[in-house]
């Protein structure tokens, strides 16, 4: 089988950490054998916005959905205002491919530490379920009297039916896949009245087609500091766009590293290609320095295997990635001193060894 990849490296460590990504997925296919990656390289970036104007071209996302899969490094540049750059690329491409759940899986890789003392790895093993296409981050609203003393603007969430049942059944389906059938779903329908409201009543309405999981209900405020205090406690997790992103950096911290967490930007009704991106930035502070953790680039290659069906070879990255994590092969941010060809070099021989 031949897999056609987008492979969209994008800006700063995003650029370093892909390419150690396809290095990996072609050692992976060539030592498992039975299946190819093609990959098409697109150069949609802030510094190619900065030269020419723009991010993707018109048919950008129409170009795109002729693959099977996107990989994506990270998009962001000092030079460029964020919500510049993040408009003219990821979040078109997660709503206009319909990818309406982000999945986030952490826990504590071996040979690797939390900062969290006591926590051994099985005291810490979630999958965080993103909404990942509307909420917070659907971008309606406005700003009127912009550069006066008097500026007002709205973000305004929106949140539908469809949008809640179909994350929520995403979400259960997850939790009953895995050995503890826990979900815990986070709003702050205190003081979001609306439509986190809204998300409660869809949530315990769902529930009751999901007899045999266990459910609870948090405040997100709260959920900090049960994530950092009582992680044996939370097994899946659902949250709004908003909220799940936040919590999944202090997840991703909490069990050793922003580096090493991946996502999966899925479109569950495999009509359009789903997107796999480590969950961290361009990273401006270490760009160009060679030092980036591609664990997280790794992983996420890893999910992209999955998603495509070939699970054993998934499961073999990720034992090569868990073995050289425990043989001591690590980055400055796990505590180690390689930089990131040398976790690379490191990754692909253990794939030869599997
Ligand atoms: P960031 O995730 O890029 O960096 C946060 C901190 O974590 C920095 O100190 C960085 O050095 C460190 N870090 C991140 N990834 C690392 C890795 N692989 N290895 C070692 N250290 C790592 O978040 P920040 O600084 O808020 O954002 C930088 C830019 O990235 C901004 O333009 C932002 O909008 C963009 N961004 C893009 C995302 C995407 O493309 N999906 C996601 C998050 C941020
Ligand atoms: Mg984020």
Redesign the pocket.
């Known amino acids: 089988r031949i897999f056609k990849i987008a492979s969209i490296p994008?800006?700063?460590?995003?650029v370093d950490?892909t390419e150690a990504a396809v290095r990996v997925l072609n050692t992976l296919s060539k030592t498992v054998g039975g299946f190819e990656f093609e990959f098409e390289t697109f150069d949609w970036s802030?510094k190619a916005y900065l030269e020419r104007g723009w991010y993707m071209p018109p048919d950008g996302l129409e170009q795109l959905k002729k693959y099977d899969a996107i990989y994506?490094?990270?998009?962001?540049?000092?030079d460029?205002p964020?919500h510049i750059?993040?408009w003219s690329?990821?979040l078109p491409i997660r709503k206009a491919l319909n990818q309406y759940v982000n999945v986030r899986p952490t826990r504590i890789l071996a040979g690797t530490k939390s900062p969290l003392s006591d926590c051994s790895p099985s005291d810490l093993d979630w999958v965080i379920v993103r909404e990942n296409s509307e909420g917070e981050y659907s971008g309606q609203g406005g700003t009127s009297h912009e550069h006066s003393e008097h500026a007002v603007a709205t973000e305004v969430s929106i949140f539908t039916q469809v949008g809640i049942e179909r994350i929520m059944r995403f979400a259960f389906e997850m939790a009953k896949s895995r050995p503890r059938k826990k979900l815990t779903m986070v709003t702050k329908s205190n003081a979001q009245r609306h439509g986190m409201v809204l998300w409660d009543r869809i949530f315990y309405e769902i529930a009751k087609e999901y007899p045999d999981v266990e459910i609870d209900k948090m405040l997100v405020d709260a959920m900090t500091v049960r994530m950092v205090l009582n992680p044996k406690s939370l097994d899946t997790i659902v949250a709004t766009n908003l909220h799940a992103d936040i919590l999944s950096?202090l997840a991703a911290a909490l069990s050793g590293?922003?580096?090493?967490a991946p996502?999966s930007n899925l479109d569950p009704t495999r009509k359009n290609p789903s997107m796999f991106?480590?969950?961290?930035?361009?990273?401006?502070?270490?760009a160009g320095q060679g030092?980036?953790?591609?664990?997280?680039?790794f992983w996420s290659a890893a999910e992209m295997v999955r998603w495509l069906g070939e699970e054993k070879a998934a499961d073999g990255l990720m034992r090569a990635i868990e073995n050289m994590t425990e043989a001591g092969v690590k980055?400055?941010?796990l505590g180690g001193e390689k930089n990131t060809k040398e976790v690379t070099d490191a990754v692909c021989t253990e794939i030869e060894r599997l």
Do not use: C, R, Y
């Open positions: 994008g800006d700063g460590i995003g950490i802030s994506f490094g990270a998009v962001g540049w000092p460029v964020d750059s993040l690329l990821i950096d590293s922003i580096g090493i996502s991106e480590p969950i961290h930035g361009s990273a401006p502070d270490i030092i980036a953790n591609p664990v997280g680039a980055t400055k941010d």
